[in-house]
């Protein structure tokens, strides 16, 4: 097939990436903890680490996991929020040789449970914060070493353990946990462990490119999450792929190991996750918000050092403008702002730049393919209002039902192939046989259409299309549309029962004009979207419904009364 969108390449971006210069992921790490020790890899509430503090945190937490007798191909969870504790931790499990399970904090006991059983985890790293909902479900689980983190452990003695005692004791945001200790299970604070690891030695590893780096649970929006099989070859892969793309936005940063990305995307999300390795691989550093929502305080941090890249959702993008603070922040260093995991929308775009004057980047990608898809180029000076062109050594085909791959122009589902995307689902062979085609390209569930210069645009998830008197209405456009009409703020639109044609249209509105009424939203629509398209019923509410990620819950609305 031929690759029709390398003629759309940046001049500096190679086609083509070699994820086999490294023999397993934690080479990678290590090359870069030893090669940029003296520099700083995060900053969080004004504390420094830096990649030599990264390196001896996480091989004295590696050595201690192995003290613990773990098997070889154990799986450790990590349940911690944008902290320094995440890297640390995931850099210990990998350079342990096991599997990292990515645990979103937020879960519910049943998603909890459900997860630790799926992945046969016998090991969890937690913030305190959370303990609470783990001991409602860790005696079904197979867990045996539980260790328990708490907000100011590597935030240096003074302060960390003032704001350790601040947050279980004045905002009381601990609540009351007990954890069997039955004999089979230990609980062992996060710090002791480290000095307990600090006198052991971190044998090497042992692990392949063929060997499971992690297990990243898909967002279950159809069922009971699932979690994709992520080799160390995949992600190597996905890091390269970044780089390969991203590093031609950042020339003029001189010296890459200054970059400052935002870190306010959760470190459990394939998105910043991946970002935080590309990290790793620059020596680079990160800028940690570990409470994104408190739009206040993340402002005050973006105002106290230049930053050069901030990955965001849609709805964290339109956030920000909304909030009053933000026009005083400082963007003349902004070189990257990457839009990912939801559809980006025009009007959000636009403000965006006339407000920083970085253009919006739209990318695409999965947890099944380590994030790594389809992105705009970050030299771009304007919204495309597509998800732009398969990254370095990234096939695209866009597909029929049965497989067979469509002309350019044609819709149809986009299923991807490349070095990034997983082997498959834990555990679950006939959901892995479904997710492939016969010749190898993973099929996405996205519906698109990719143009001649190899830019694919979305036109929607396939669950989600509406279907409006026998015409297929796909709600990313509607949305799309909405977006631009005067006082809107964001919106969302679902099919709902209509005896007449099947399904109608109902938008979901969150306006800043008081003044907006459903009259008008519904006259703008009928200006700019043709009669089958335009929404039978309008609703405004004060917030839509999200995910811990920020992306909007669409059946939530579906189901709303």
């Given amino acids: 097939m031929e690759k029709i969108w390398l003629?759309?390449?940046?001049?500096?971006?190679?086609?083509?990436?070699?994820?086999?210069?490294?023999?397993?992921?934690?080479?990678?790490?290590?090359?870069?903890?030893?090669?940029?020790?003296?520099?700083?890899?995060?900053?969080?509430?004004?504390?420094?680490?830096?990649?030599?503090?990264?390196?001896?945190?996480?091989?004295?937490?590696?050595?201690?996991?192995?003290?613990?007798?773990?098997e070889s191909d154990a799986r450790v969870a990590i349940m911690l929020p944008n902290i320094p504790q995440f890297s640390v931790t995931m850099s210990a499990v990998l350079r342990a040789g096991y599997t990292c399970v990515n645990v979103n904090p937020l879960y519910t006991a049943r998603e909890l449970e459900h997860q630790l059983k799926d992945s046969g985890a016998t090991a969890i790293v937690i913030l305190e914060n959370f303990a609470h909902t783990l001991s409602e479900v860790v005696s079904k689980t197979q867990i045996k070493h539980v260790v328990m983190a708490s907000m100011g452990d590597l935030l240096?003695?003074?302060?960390?353990?003032?704001?350790?005692?601040?947050?279980?004791?004045?905002?009381?945001?601990?609540?009351?946990?007990?954890?069997?200790?039955?004999?089979?299970?230990?609980?062992?604070?996060?710090?002791?462990?480290?000095?307990?690891?600090?006198?052991?030695?971190?044998?090497?590893?042992?692990?392949?490119?063929?060997?499971?780096?992690?297990?990243?649970?898909?967002?279950?929006?159809?069922?009971?999450?699932?979690?994709?099989?992520?080799?160390?070859?995949?992600?190597?892969?996905?890091?390269?792929?970044?780089?390969?793309?991203?590093?031609?936005?950042?020339?003029?940063?001189?010296?890459?190991?200054?970059?400052?990305?935002?870190?306010a995307l959760p470190l459990y999300h394939i998105f910043a996750l991946s970002l935080s390795l590309l990290a790793v691989r620059w020596g680079s550093y990160m800028t940690l918000i570990p409470n994104p929502r408190d739009f206040g305080k993340f402002i005050e941090v973006l105002k106290k050092r230049p930053f050069h890249m901030l990955p965001a959702v849609?709805?964290?993008?339109?956030?920000?403008?909304?909030?009053?603070?933000?026009?005083?922040?400082?963007?003349?260093?902004?070189?990257?702002?990457?839009?990912?995991?939801?559809?980006?929308?025009?009007g959000t775009a636009r403000h965006w730049l006339q407000a920083t004057g970085c253009p919006m980047i739209e990318g695409w990608g999965m947890s099944e393919t380590v994030a790594i898809g389809t992105n705009n180029p970050p030299t771009n000076k304007t919204f495309s209002g597509t998800i732009g062109l398969p990254l370095p050594s990234v096939d695209i085909a866009i597909k029929d039902d049965d497989g067979n791959s469509l002309a350019v122009g044609e819709s149809g589902?986009?299923?991807?192939?490349?070095?990034?995307?997983?082997?498959?689902?834990?555990?679950?062979?006939?959901?892995?046989?479904?997710?492939?085609?016969?010749?190898?390209?993973?099929?996405?569930?996205?519906?698109?259409?990719?143009?001649?210069?190899?830019?694919?645009?979305?036109?929607?998830?396939?669950?989600?299309?509406?279907?409006?008197?026998?015409?297929?209405?796909?709600?990313?456009?509607?949305?799309?549309?909405?977006?631009?009409?005067?006082?809107?703020?964001?919106?969302?639109?679902v099919g709902v029962s209509d005896a007449k044609q099947g399904e109608a249209i109902k938008v979901f509105v969150v306006k800043n004009d008081s003044t907006l009424t459903e009259d008008d939203v519904a006259k703008y629509c009928r200006q700019n979207l043709t009669g089958y398209k335009i929404p039978k019923y309008i609703e405004f509410r004060d917030e839509l419904p999200k995910s811990n990620v920020g992306k909007i819950l669409r059946r939530e609305l579906r189901s709303a009364k």
């Fill in 413 to 493: 589902e986009i299923c991807i192939r490349g070095p990034n995307v997983m082997v498959g689902y834990y555990n679950q062979a006939e959901e892995t046989q479904k997710a492939f085609t016969a010749d190898g390209f993973m099929r996405t569930g996205d519906v698109g259409i990719m143009d001649e210069r190899g830019y694919t645009k979305i036109v929607d998830r396939k669950k989600d299309m509406i279907i409006v008197s026998g015409f297929n209405v796909f709600p990313n456009e509607l949305e799309n549309v909405i977006s631009l009409c005067p006082g809107v703020v964001e919106c969302a639109a």
């Fill in 156 to 263: 240096g003695f003074w302060y960390g353990n003032w704001l350790t005692f601040a947050v279980r004791h004045l905002a009381k945001m601990v609540p009351a946990y007990k954890l069997p200790l039955d004999g089979v299970r230990s609980v062992t604070a996060f710090n002791r462990a480290i000095a307990e690891g600090t006198s052991m030695s971190l044998k090497p590893c042992q692990a392949t490119m063929d060997s499971i780096a992690f297990l990243q649970y898909t967002g279950g929006t159809t069922g009971l999450s699932k979690g994709a099989v992520l080799t160390h070859r995949n992600v190597i892969a996905a890091v390269l792929q970044a780089e390969a793309w991203f590093t031609p936005a950042l020339k003029d940063v001189g010296d890459i190991r200054n970059t400052n990305s935002i870190a």
């Fill in 314 to 346: 849609n709805t964290l993008f339109n956030a920000l403008l909304q909030h009053p603070a933000f026009k005083t922040v400082d963007f003349s260093n902004l070189r990257v702002s990457q839009a990912g995991g939801m559809a980006a929308s025009e």
């Fill in 7 to 70: 003629k759309s390449y940046p001049q500096d971006v190679p086609h083509d990436i070699e994820p086999n210069q490294y023999r397993s992921l934690t080479a990678l790490l290590e090359e870069s903890f030893k090669k940029h020790a003296a520099s700083p890899y995060t900053v969080c509430m004004d504390r420094w680490m830096s990649y030599g503090q990264l390196d001896s945190l996480s091989a004295a937490l590696g050595a201690w996991l192995q003290s613990r007798g773990l």
